[in-house]
């Protein structure tokens, strides 16, 4: 049978998932336990038990001056900024999406602009942005809102454009305004798209909000990190690590769900 | 005055004719079947009766109205593929042929209920009751036609534009639909308009059946010439003429003498 034929059986399937994890996880044991049998002290791999003790304390204990924990503390503040950046970006871009998509007006406005802003990389306007809004919260939402909404916007304007034209025709045929064209048959469809598109962002948000709080933050998952960089404490460095992935990893999985629930028309055909 | 005017109408893209001189005057009521080649220019036709694009010369008057500059409730349209709306149900998609007329484009209250029932109604006289729950893309392709005519229908528009409607359908379903569309029309008495690529199709339905075809050739510039109406066949009582010439003539009766 030709490889492309091939698939594997359930139990195999499992196994197979598993490997790549199971492979790195024993290749960080072994290469841990080397360096640690030739220098107890060695900092750069530290042992999985001792990441797992540093995890449990960074979880559970308060800082010694304050009382409060220093992990929830970061993730909360991390968490308000991406959300607030990609709540915003989705906003602008289903808006701009609609309008380059319906409006020819719009579209000749605003198509090669946004063509143009994406090819800008924000992070080399993150120093603008300190300057003009400061180094609070802001700068941190707008990098992330800058960094995502070109594209977002760009892919929505196109699904909209993708829309079969019949459709179009046949809302006006039974009296649509361009508004309830809008509202009635473009939004709906191009909602699964934009929680898609989120989902596809989200990489790049968390890339632009671990940026921005290297650079400049006194609170955040991002700031932690490279605070901490500076004792080359790597057992704290690889639980946030682990903790952003987690985290990434829930909030695209509840999207996924919500989308299937919420869209239940397109898996209708399947 | 005839219902459908089309006046000299002409249509070029760019440098190439796709239509001329194309001159046909229909009465309210009649079912107008429209063959061709491919390529000829019948769903430009289609288009230009439904005002989504208009013609370069001529006008195209319903009712002695003003043309058209835009789709409106006055046309009802069915095209081949994508006629209804993927995220609504089949209940929602025939409430939206009277919703979408509204600034919101969305019934509440008491119209909302109205006109959910009259949609119910209108999907048993379709057959499509046991589905009004579901979404079109469940539904065979047989199905989705007749909810995009029973859409259209719904909006109660005064002439109905068929593209190609049957053209994905097999031939059980195509004549299935043809006794669907047949009995409607008797109901309604809607004026009609249906592009078909079956010629046996087109005599069957129409009452007339109009061929577009090129008069004139360029061979060293295909789309120098455009296509017009060039047989206006009269097809009612089967194709067979002067079968109502006594209507018209009684005076020709044998014993009238
Ligand atoms: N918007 C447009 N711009 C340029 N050319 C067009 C446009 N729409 C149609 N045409 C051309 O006009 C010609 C007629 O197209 P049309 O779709 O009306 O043909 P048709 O008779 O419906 O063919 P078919 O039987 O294949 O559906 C084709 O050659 C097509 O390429
Ligand atoms: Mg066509």
Redesign the pocket.
């Known amino acids: 049978m030709r490889l492309i034929n091939r698939t594997p059986s359930r139990p195999m399937a499992v196994a197979l998932a598993a490997l790549p994890f199971v492979a790195i996880a024993v290749a960080y044991s072994v290469s841990s336990e080397i360096r640690l049998a030739a220098n107890p002290s060695d900092k750069l791999l530290p042992a999985p038990s001792t990441i797992w003790e540093t995890a449990i304390r960074l979880f559970t204990q308060g800082d010694r001056r304050t009382g409060e924990i220093l992990l929830w503390k970061d993730t909360l503040a991390s968490l308000t900024r991406l959300f607030g950046g990609v709540g915003i970006a989705a906003a602008l871009s289903l808006t701009l999406g609609m309008l380059i998509g319906l409006l020819p007006y719009a579209r000749r406005l605003l198509s090669d602009f946004v063509a143009v802003l994406s090819m800008v990389p924000p992070l080399a306007l993150l120093p603008i942005l300190f300057i003009v809004f400061g180094l609070g919260e802001t700068s941190k939402v707008v990098l992330i809102v800058i960094g995502i909404t070109p594209f977002m916007t760009r892919d929505l304007s196109q699904r909209v454009l993708d829309i079969p034209h019949e459709q179009i025709v046949k809302a006006q045929t039974l009296g649509a305004s361009s508004l309830v064209i809008a509202l009635r048959v473009a939004l709906p469809q191009i909602l699964p798209r934009l929680i898609s598109n989120i989902r596809l962002s989200l990489g790049s948000a968390w890339l632009f909000l671990i940026a921005a709080e290297a650079v400049a933050s006194d609170v955040g998952l991002g700031y932690r990190i490279f605070l901490v960089r500076r004792y080359l404490a790597m057992d704290v460095i690889l639980t946030y690590v682990v903790w952003i992935t987690f985290l990434a990893f829930v909030i695209d999985w509840a999207l996924k769900t919500l989308s299937r629930r919420a869209f239940p028309w397109m898996e209708a055909g399947l | 005055m005839s219902f459908v005017s089309v006046t000299d109408v002409w249509q070029r893209?760019?440098d190439?004719s796709?239509l001329e001189r194309v001159n046909v005057a229909v009465n309210e009521g009649e079912f107008i079947s429209i063959v061709?080649?491919?390529?000829?220019?019948?769903?430009?036709?289609?288009?230009m009766l439904l005002a989504e694009?208009r013609p370069s010369r001529g006008e195209i008057r319903i009712d002695g109205g003003e043309p058209a500059v835009e789709p409106n409730r006055e046309r009802g349209v069915v095209f081949q593929r994508y006629s209804v709306f993927p995220h609504l149900t089949v209940r929602q998609n025939i409430v939206a042929g009277e919703a979408f007329d509204t600034t919101w484009g969305a019934l509440s209250g008491a119209n909302r209920k109205a006109a959910r029932e009259r949609a119910d109604a209108l999907l048993k006289r379709i057959g499509l009751n046991h589905v009004a729950d579901q979404y079109p893309a469940s539904l065979s392709g047989g199905m989705q036609q007749r909810l995009a005519i029973g859409q259209a229908m719904t909006a109660k528009p005064r002439v109905l534009l068929l593209?190609?409607p049957f053209g994905a359908l097999d031939p059980g379903t195509r004549l299935a639909m043809h006794v669907f569309l047949m009995e409607l029309k008797a109901e309604t008495n809607m004026t009609v308009f249906m592009?078909t690529?079956d010629l046996e199709e087109g005599f069957k339905l129409g009452d007339r059946v109009l061929v577009?075809d090129k008069p004139r050739w360029d061979p060293h510039d295909p789309g120098a010439y455009g296509?017009t109406i060039t047989y206006d066949f009269d097809a009612k009582d089967g194709g067979m003429p002067y079968q109502r010439i006594l209507d018209n003539y009684p005076s020709l009766a044998p014993e009238a003498g």
Not at chain 2, 36 to 44: D, E, F, P
Request: charged letters at 25%; proline letters at 0%.
């Open positions: 893209y760019g190439r796709i061709g080649a491919s390529g000829c220019g019948k769903s430009t036709f289609l288009r694009e593209d190609e592009v690529h577009f296509a």
